[in-house]
């Protein structure tokens, strides 16, 4: 369903975030990311209906990753990390002091420019094995997840770390869920269930290696 131009300026309503929200769950990331080049607003916007429901949840993505990251810092690790599908890049903005965090998405939000690289999701703009850690919180929206995980396989190191947080209602089940991605050459570390959310934690350990059935489903909000 094609979401109306918009101003700047113009207020969002639930129903302007429902419709881009499913535009990205139902569109291939390509199409999405040509959507927002030609309306670059419609990225801030977006986001903004996201941090209002974000705040609602009783589990926050990013207090998830945080916990995490936190770890890294205390053991004084220097991984080269990449935040795909950063959004406004809050990751890189509360811990890039600290680490070495690259931000990716297909929007951004005006200041921005010189923090988050604008990128296809299925092509990184970067050379094969350059990260030791991956992030994709909430971030593997398009309908051609396969190209996003193959492409995860690309560019991260062998033995490096994939971490996955997603909404629970998106999985038949997290162990199905798991040994799906196993088959991009990932091996399962840990999984821990939030009840709303879970977030998974993958070593490469090879290449992709077999057939992948079903990954993710939508996150499409109901209409009232």
Known sequence: MPVQRMSKKQSLTPSIFRMINEELYTNPSQQSASRFKKEPELFEV?????????????????????????????????????????????????????????????????????????????QIPVQAAT???????????????????????????MNGQLWVVEISSRVKSTDEFNQQVEQFGFKLKETKDYGFIFVSVFEKVGEKKGKVTELLGPCIYKRR
Request: one cysteine or more; hydrophobic letters at 40%.
């Open 46 to 122: 977006y986001h903004q209906g996201y941090a209002e429901q974000v705040q609602q949840w009783p589990v926050k993505p990013f207090d998830i990753i945080s916990k995490y990251l936190k770890q890294l810092i205390s053991k004084k690790a220097t991984p080269v990390i990449a935040d795909v599908g950063c959004g406004q890049a809050k990751i890189a903005k509360t811990f890039g002091k600290q680490l070495n965090i690259q931000s990716f998405d297909i929007g951004r939000t005006p200041g921005d420019e010189d923090l988050v690289t604008l990128a296809n999701m299925t």
């Open 131 to 157: 990260f030791d850690i991956l992030i994709y919180s909430l971030s593997i929206m398009g309908s051609d997840q396969k190209s996003i995980f193959t492409e995860a396989t690309r560019i991260l190191k």
